[in-house]
């Protein structure tokens, strides 16, 4: 993620900075605030920040004896407010990361001359909102991995939009892989580990990934918030879930679900397959969106040599006007500060051309569709044939 922070700073002028002359009069308020796009469901969304101890595992990147530590943001349908003219009340109040989080991420923007900061941006979650019913187990669960050296909030976007539609989506933070973890006293565990080169780092990173992952759907099942809004076993219901990554959360994802049979049904989001699934193969739904003209071979594993061994629904589509950090926040940051038009062609090799609010209905789209299919039982014809609607989207195999 480091690699993108550059990429972005070096290419826009260093006077212009995050600057747009449109912004020049909030900028100079003590108090600066951006509110990312709006989620796509007909809900509102509540957030909470957990922090879970696996007594069982010792983190095997830790340079001391220590229990592993898994960050979750959660991501929920949330009770709506409305004011005395019966509208909607507008929410943009839960930052996007904490404090010394944005400060350590700040400091790469700073180092290049660029005074902005990420304490800035704000989401339109409200904090520990209400449940939007009593019954936690109308709502199936999501994970989402990210990817390497990047941090859950940079899939912030996609993870609300996902809840708005119905889901509670917990979005994972990595140790060591992950540039910056911030645990809730503050305590600072920095990363990342040089693993997309180190091939014996990878395949550890992977397991512990994909244990973290299995780790969260446990605890996910206990959290006193969920239990107490729901109903029969209460809490939430993990017996039947869904995951999604980003790049190597994308390999995460297919090979959780290869040792995890809770995870029903997963989506690769321009990943690799990588891990024991490689030979074994899935027998549960996989959704891959691949950037445009990409085909897993730049990532040592081409999809077409797994595909055969994937045996029950599959597709994967591609995304014309897509990189792979189209799969993050940065078009709709980009498209928030106003700086696309300073980046190289657009920022076509950067963030991709694909604004950030239609990428944003683009994978919510084919997200919340898919889940929709294998969580909750319901008919979609979006996969069936090209859609009018999102001619950007281009299916190559299935």
């Not at 690699?3 to 900075?17: F, R």
């Not at 595992?57 to 959660?74: E, I, K, N, Q």
């Not at 077409?304 to 014309?320: C, D, H, S, V, Y």
């Not at 084919?366 to 001619?391: V, W």
Request: charged share 20%; proline share 6%.
């Amino acid at each position: 993620m480091l690699n993108l922070i550059k990429q972005i700073v070096l290419a826009v002028p260093i006077y212009i900075g995050w600057q747009t002359p449109q912004l020049d009069v909030s900028l100079q308020t003590n108090d600066p605030k951006f509110c990312l796009p709006n989620p796509t469901g007909p809900y509102n969304v509540g957030v909470q920040v957990h922090e879970l101890h696996d007594k069982t595992r010792r983190d095997p990147f830790a340079s001391y004896p220590c229990d592993r530590v898994v960050m979750l943001s959660v991501f929920y349908p949330a009770a709506v407010e409305h004011d005395d003219n019966d509208e909607k009340v507008p929410i943009c109040e839960s930052a996007y990361m904490p404090d010394r989080t944005a400060e350590v991420l700040d400091q790469q923007f700073q180092d290049f001359g660029v005074n902005r900061s990420f304490a800035w941006l704000y989401t339109p979650a409200k904090v520990n909102a209400s449940l939007f019913v009593d019954n936690a187990e109308d709502f199936p669960v999501v994970l989402i991995s990210h990817g390497a050296g990047a941090e859950r909030f940079f899939y912030t976007t996609i993870a609300e939009s996902i809840a708005s539609n119905g889901y509670v989506v917990a979005s994972i933070d990595h140790p060591y892989d992950s540039a910056v973890v911030e645990l809730l006293n503050g305590t600072l565990i920095r990363g990342p580990l040089d693993i997309p080169n180190r091939l014996d780092l990878l395949w550890l990173d992977l397991e512990t990934r994909v244990n973290d992952s299995s780790f969260a759907l446990d605890e996910l099942s206990k959290m006193p918030f969920f239990r107490d809004h729901g109903t029969n076993s209460g809490g939430l219901n993990v017996s039947k879930t869904g995951i999604m990554g980003h790049s190597l959360g994308g390999a995460t994802a297919s090979q959780a679900m290869a040792m995890d049979t809770r995870m029903a049904a997963g989506i690769s989001l321009d990943g690799p397959f990588w891990g024991s699934m490689n030979v074994t193969g899935l027998d549960r739904p996989i959704l891959v969106m691949g950037a445009e003209g990409h085909d897993g071979t730049g990532m040592r594993s081409p999809w077409k040599e797994t595909w055969p061994k994937l045996r029950a629904w599959k597709r994967q589509l591609n995304i014309k006007g897509t990189v792979h950090n189209s799969f993050t926040d940065f078009p709709a940051l980009v498209d928030l500060f106003g700086i696309r038009q300073d980046l190289p062609d657009g920022g076509a090799d950067i963030v991709g051309l694909v604004k950030g609010k239609r990428m944003l209905e683009i994978e919510s789209a084919y997200i919340t569709a898919f889940f929709d299919m294998f969580l909750k039982g319901k008919n979609s014809t979006l996969f069936d044939e090209e859609d009018t609607t999102y001619p950007e989207v281009v299916t190559i195999q299935d």
